[in-house]
């Protein structure tokens, strides 16, 4: 008798973790139930993946979608459905929101809202403050937990931890990998009498200049390897700490953003003015060139978009008053396949640093691979489609996008979340089905 599953993708290009290969895959109850699958296998499902390359599942480690905040600007609905509309089917999602995801309690808020409203599956990171070191070790192995994050500069609120005595008890408090934002507070704090409102808006990255980053950096290797606490440095953005990092692969792993292996300075301020501006700042070329250098060399481990929306009337403010952070996790995989169809990074490689990397770093359970046994987790492209990237396409409540206007080559065309098809062609289909991503405790 035929086999038959729940649904067959048939005769794409899939990338699999020890090459592409055209085949077709076979899916029941969610996972990926065989490679290979022959013309006489029937299923309930069936989709015609021909001329299209079919990967795993890809992942945004890095999102802030504001919810419980500002509805207006982002809401785990509006940046889910953005996420599965740019070929994302699982995300990250950022504590800082409005209250805070710093307790037991809130967690506990956010792990069942999110399995009501969620059109990807999520990880949580759980803030880690001056006031909940204590509760740390157990809030990181909590349902759905990726890791705690910490602020070690940039001023979120209380959620920042910036001294050296704290973070040693913060790295002390547990033992899953903690994810940094690193630029160096007290530089930040003293460099910024040097500039008033109104200035340029490259004056972002003068004020929060390398050194900064690189300080705050060099603070939390000596830490880390003090404490010998695994250490994932977010949105890595200078030469000198892609260098740095190369001797701190016992403690240490990386993510770079697409924001810096796109745009640079001047010109993005020029350009785009406050909706340029993010932290760490976007910089010139000499850091441009340096992340695509660790990019293929493999020092970086993951790249994010960092997707953190703020409305428009804010973002038209004068520096500095215009808040950091940008959209992303829309244009996340189009500007990336458009970075493979220029020739910067293989397609496997893409793959590696947006599906295996986080899956890797993370200690993701059931994602990561397109193999046997993993979730049915599939983002189908088509590498050959054209397309403009327009501000209209944004799903995101504040309506913009700081690639408006970018002309891409090669597109997400299809999004299937364990063996659910949940985007075809632009279209949203059916029900909000995510659940909250499992981690290796
Ligand atoms: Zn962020």
């Avoid at 480690?61 to 504001?66: C, K, S, T």
């Avoid at 008890?169 to 008033?196: C, N, T, W």
């Avoid at 001047?266 to 340096?290: C, Q, S, T």
Wanted: charged share 25%.
């Amino acid at each position: 008798m035929a086999a038959h599953f729940d649904l067959i993708v048939r005769g794409g290009t899939c990338v699999l973790p020890w090459g592409m290969e055209q085949t077709s895959v076979g899916v029941r109850e969610g996972r990926i139930a065989a490679l290979g699958v022959g013309p006489e296998a029937t299923a309930e499902e069936t989709i015609d993946a021909s001329g299209l390359h079919v990967l795993p599942g890809l992942i945004d480690p890095h999102v802030h979608l504001r919810d419980p905040g500002n509805a207006a600007v982002e809401t785990v609905p509006t940046g889910t459905k953005g996420a599965i509309l740019g070929g994302i089917t699982a995300v990250f999602d950022m504590p800082n929101t409005t209250p805070s995801i710093v307790d037991a309690q809130t967690l506990a808020w956010k792990q069942g809202y999110v399995e009501q409203a969620a059109w990807c599956d999520m990880g949580l990171y759980v803030g880690g403050t001056k006031t909940n070191i204590a509760a740390l070790a157990g809030l990181e192995l909590g349902r759905g937990v990726c890791g705690v994050k910490v602020f070690a500069g940039s001023s979120t609120g209380d959620l920042m931890v910036e001294d050296d005595e704290n973070l040693e008890k913060v790295m002390r408090s547990g033992r899953r990998r903690i994810a940094y934002h690193s630029e160096d507070e007290y530089r930040l704090q003293a460099r910024k009498p040097m500039f008033k409102s109104g200035d340029p808006y490259a004056s972002h990255a003068v004020w929060r200049d390398e050194e900064a980053a690189f300080l705050g950096t060099r603070r939390l290797m000596a830490l880390a390897r003090k404490t010998g606490r695994a250490a994932h440095i977010l949105h890595v953005s200078t030469e000198e700490e892609l260098v740095y990092l190369r001797d701190f692969r016992d403690v240490a792993t990386m993510e770079v953003l697409v924001n810096h292996l796109t745009q640079m300075a001047p010109d993005v301020y020029d350009r785009l003015k406050g909706f340029g501006v993010m932290n760490p700042p976007i910089r010139g070329r000499r850091h441009y060139e340096a992340s695509w250098a660790a990019v293929r060399d493999g020092t970086v481990d993951t790249v994010g978009s960092d997707h953190a929306p703020h409305p428009r009337a804010a973002k038209e403010k004068p520096w500095p008053e215009c808040p950091a952070g940008l959209t992303g996790v829309q244009t996340l995989v189009p500007v990336m396949l458009d970075h493979v169809n220029a020739g910067r990074l293989s397609l496997a490689r893409m793959v590696d640093l947006l599906c295996a990397g986080p899956a890797r770093v993370y200690g993701v359970v059931g994602k990561g691979r397109l193999a046997a046994g993993y979730d049915a987790d599939f983002t189908l492209v088509d590498m050959k489609k054209r397309r403009r990237i327009e501000d209209s396409w944004i799903v995101s409540p504040c309506g913009w996008t700081p690639f408006a206007g970018m002309d891409i080559t090669g597109w997400p065309v299809g999004t299937i979340v364990r063996g659910r098809a949940v985007m075809r062609e632009d279209e949203v289909i059916g029900e909000p089905i995510g659940k909250l991503v499992k981690f290796a405790g």
